[in-house]
Each structure stands twice: as C-alpha cells, then as structure tokens.
C-alpha cells in the first residue's frame, strides 16, 4: 500500500486547510487511515482516525469540534482531513498512517510523506 499525502501550507490563525490522502495497492479499502503530526522535538502524536467504511471515527481532544475527517464517497480509498478554526499549536508535519483493521495506533504499518501545516499567530 503506498500513501499519497497532499494539501499543506500556509495558513492565518482561524483559517481551514483541508489535507487529502490516497491510498493505493491491494485490499486498501480495508485499512484503517488516519492523520498524525510531530514537531520536531516531540512525539508523533495521533490526529485523528476513520476505519474501513467509515464506521469507527476518533479524534484526539485537542482537535474535537474543529476538525473532520471523512472518506471520499466515489473514492474510499482517499481520506480528507477538514482542519477549521486552526490555532498557532496546530503547526506540525502532518502525516497520513494506514493499517489493516478498524483502528490506528502509533505503529500503523504504512506511512506517507509529510505536509506541512503551518498557521500563523
């Protein structure tokens, strides 16, 4: 399975960036997908996660009521991570994670590259 992440940048403290990843090989619409982000000098820490057919959804507290994630209906292989209201302690690489299941943890099996997102103060 190969991780295709897009969809970073730029972005003014209260503004909405929305990252998008594909995933692509065999049997991916039964991975679990989720987001995760690190800046340097921390731990890579869970965002959010979707399971296969969107049945299971979670996200990280300091992410509730301003992000969203969601599968793409005529593509549920693609995932999109809606980030609204970001705050300054949002900035971080953001890296999409996929594994076998309905649900993420810190070692999911495949990875994508990182984009960054960065929101100014």
């Known amino acids: 399975v190969q991780l295709q992440a897009s969809g970073g940048g730029l972005v003014e403290a209260g503004g909405s960036l929305r990252l998008s990843c594909e995933a692509s090989?065999?049997?991916?619409?039964?991975?679990?997908m989720g987001w995760f982000r690190q800046v340097p000098g921390r731990e890579r820490e869970e965002v959010s996660c979707?399971?296969?057919?969107?049945?299971?959804?979670?996200y990280a507290d300091f992410v509730k009521g301003r992000f969203t994630i969601s599968r793409d209906n005529s593509k549920p292989t693609v995932v999109h991570l809606q980030m609204d209201s970001l705050e300054f302690e949002d900035t971080a690489a953001y890296y999409c994670?996929?594994?076998?299941?309905?649900?993420?943890?810190?070692?999911?099996?495949?990875w994508g590259q990182g984009t960054q997102v960065t929101v100014s103060s």
């Open positions: 994670g996929a594994r076998f299941g309905a649900l993420c943890n810190a070692e999911m099996t495949y």
């Open positions: 090989g065999n049997n991916a619409d039964y991975y679990a």
């Open positions: 979707i399971s296969p057919g969107s049945t299971k959804i979670k």
